[in-house]
C-alpha cells in the first residue's frame, strides 16, 4: 500500500511537472528532473527489496530512506571511479608537468 503511494504521488508530480513547465517543447532541464524522479523511483524500490525492507510502516519507510540514503551517497561517491576506469584515468592522481 505504502508503495502504490510512493508511486502515484510521484506520478501527480510528473502530471504537474509537465502541465506547468515546457517539457512539452523540449525543455532539457524538465527532462533532467523528470529523469531524476524515475531514477529514484526505480533505485529506492530496488534497494528497499535487496535488503528486504517494508516500506506499508512508518518505521519500515524511515528505515528504507536512511538505508537508500546510505546507497546513494556511496553511489555518488563511486561515480568518478568508475568513469576513470571507463576511460582508464585515476582521478585521484595529481596530474604531473
Known amino acids: 500500500m505504502g508503495l502504490l503511494i510512493v508511486i502515484l504521488v510521484i506520478f501527480l508530480s510528473m502530471v504537474v511537472l509537465y502541465k506547468t513547465t515546457g517539457v512539452r ?14 531514477f529514484s523511483i526505480f533505485t529506492f524500490v530496488a534497494v528497499s527489496k535487496e535488503n528486504e525492507l517494508n516500506i506499508n510502516s512508518y518505521d519500515g519507510f ?15 561517491k563511486e561515480v568518478p571511479e568508475i568513469t576513470g576506469d571507463l576511460f582508464n584515468i585515476d582521478s585521484t592522481e595529481e596530474i604531473e608537468e
Not at 25 to 32: A, D, E, P, S, V
Request: no cysteine; proline share 0%.
Open 62 to 76: 524511515l528505515s528504507a530512506t536512511k538505508v537508500y540514503l546510505s546507497w546513494f551517497t556511496k553511489f555518488i
Open 25 to 38: 517543447f523540449g525543455n532539457l532541464w524538465t527532462y533532467g528532473i523528470a529523469f531524476m524522479l524515475i
